[in-house]
């Protein structure tokens, strides 16, 4: 079975600098994707950025990059000058490139934005 | 454009009481659907899931159920509610191809008194 796991509980960092968030899966698949979601309090889930297993070119949304290691299998998030509104939980999540596949989720992660 | 619909979005309901939760997708057609059980504000469970009219798979065996009367409409109930089945639910939709995960609903925040 698929594990995403997140190993970082909690996180924090200065309005306008960077952080990374961490994320690591387990899977015999070679053909997968993975997502990073976002929770801000009203907790409506909303997707941040995707990566296909195929792509080597990390995905890139803006502030938000991916660092995408498929033989590590790991996923980091960076979120490139923080700003208030990027505080929230947020979600690592693995599927298979099959149609009607579930998505497997890790803990998440809740950041914290300084001003 | 594609939308979801989730209602309730706070239910507060005793001990020993029915359930029913509903999700209706529009602008698509024979969705994906997925029912997931959010607590504590950590990661989400999924409960239940469907590719289609009356076909439902079980993820977790537990006090609820899931049916899908339409093909837009999921709905998730229960005959009677336990305390443990507090919790912030979520449905969400895709199509049949993975690339584009999931869009959520808005959650249904539930307590059991």
């Known amino acids: 079975a698929q594990t995403v796991t997140q190993s970082q509980p909690e996180m924090s960092v200065q309005e306008a600098e960077t952080v990374t968030l961490s994320c690591t899966y387990d899977?015999?698949?070679?053909?997968?994707?993975l997502f990073w979601y976002k929770q801000p309090p009203s907790r409506q889930m909303i997707l941040v950025i995707r990566q296909e297993a195929y792509k080597q070119q990390n995905a890139t949304e803006n502030r938000f990059s991916v660092n995408f290691q498929k033989a590590a299998k790991s996923f980091s998030l960076k979120i490139s000058d923080s700003q208030l509104g990027d505080a929230a939980m947020y979600f690592c999540a693995y599927v298979r490139e099959t149609s009607g596949s579930r998505l497997t989720f890790g803990e998440g992660t809740q950041l914290t934005v300084n001003p | 454009s594609q939308t979801i619909h989730q209602w309730p979005a706070t239910l507060v309901q005793p001990v020993g009481s029915p359930l029913s939760l509903e999700c209706t997708v529009e602008?698509?057609?024979?969705?994906?659907l997925y029912w997931y059980r959010q607590a504590a504000g950590r990661g989400l469970q999924l409960l239940f899931y469907s590719v289609g009219i009356g076909q439902i798979s079980s993820e977790v065996p537990q006090n609820l159920s899931a049916s899908r009367p339409q093909d837009r409409q999921f709905i998730l109930s229960s005959k009677k509610l336990l305390l443990s089945d507090s919790g912030f639910y979520l449905c969400?939709?895709?199509?049949?191809?993975?690339?584009?995960?999931?869009?959520f609903g808005s959650g249904t925040r539930l307590t059991v008194v």
């Open positions: 602008g698509t057609s024979n969705p994906n």
């Open positions: 969400a939709w895709t199509t049949g191809f993975s690339l584009y995960g999931y869009t």
């Open positions: 899977t015999s698949e070679s053909d997968y994707y």
